[in-house]
């Protein structure tokens, strides 16, 4: 995508789905000056074009002039932080794998943070850092609701603030049934080291997800991709995701179709 002058930073946003279906084009950022509604530096969003099998926009639905989809939103820099909404669909529901990349400097001290809206989970971003790569599996043609937050520490706190789960969480697996892929969202009471495994019905494991990952208090979500980055392949039939986090252990069963 072009440049725009004025603008400080920016991060770029990529889908991309295992059947080669890609969306490059949205952009959000800060610039000196720029309106919270749409102004010169925005850019509305096209129809997905024909053939077309993913499409990443951000939602300024809220909007009072020009509500709808964009491809890029330049906030004002001066401000506390910006929460750019974001909306991902797909030809069918499957594994995205979003990609977002640093143009620019961002303000010293400036804080970041991916949300999943659908469930309710985050993820802290470094705006040191050059790219980030997160997987989604999207809902098809129902939009996946997504955030960017960045701003102060404290207004990115306040945008991602939700209640803890009391006790370690692990909700059933989804969509279960479940072809090719599954979603695993767990919550942890506090920060601790985390680890996913996946096991057959003989017990035997056939995938690790996480690994003794640290992992902050709060909600998180891992996505099960069988015969994709380096998980084996595997037949349909049950499987059993066993999360292990803070001296305890959760259990779920989950069937795989063919």
Do not use: C
């Amino acid at each position: 995508m072009e440049a725009v002058p004025g603008v400080l930073a920016a991060l770029r946003f990529e889908a991309r789905t295992a059947s080669g279906g890609a969306d490059l084009t949205d952009r959000v950022g800060i610039a000196h000056g720029a309106r919270d509604e749409r102004d010169d530096a925005d850019q509305s969003k096209p129809p997905l074009p024909p053939g077309g099998t993913v499409r990443l926009a951000i939602a300024n639905r809220a909007w009072s002039e020009h509500p709808g989809l964009y491809r890029r939103d330049v906030r004002d820099a001066g401000a506390r932080g910006h929460t750019w909404e974001l909306e991902l669909t797909s030809a069918a529901a499957e594994p995205v794998e979003l990609t977002l990349r640093s143009e620019g400097a961002w303000p010293a001290g400036t804080a970041m943070r991916l949300i999943d809206r659908e469930q309710g989970t985050s993820v802290e971003l470094d705006p040191r850092a050059a790219s980030w790569k997160t997987p989604v599996l999207s809902f098809g043609a129902r939009p996946y609701r997504l955030a960017l937050v960045a701003g102060t520490a404290d207004y990115v706190r306040g945008a991602v603030s939700g209640a803890l789960p009391e006790r370690l969480v692990l909700d059933a697996a989804s969509p279960n049934p479940g072809r090719g892929a599954q979603r695993l969202r767990f919550g942890l009471p506090r920060a601790t080291s985390v680890t996913l495994e996946v096991f057959d019905a003989s017990g035997r494991r056939v995938a690790t997800l996480l690994d003794g990952a640290a992992l902050q208090a709060g909600y998180h979500t891992a996505i099960w991709q069988p015969g994709r980055n380096g998980a084996a392949r595997v037949p349909s039939g049950i499987y059993f995701h066993r999360l292990s986090a803070g001296g305890e252990r959760r259990t779920v069963r989950a069937v795989l179709v063919p």
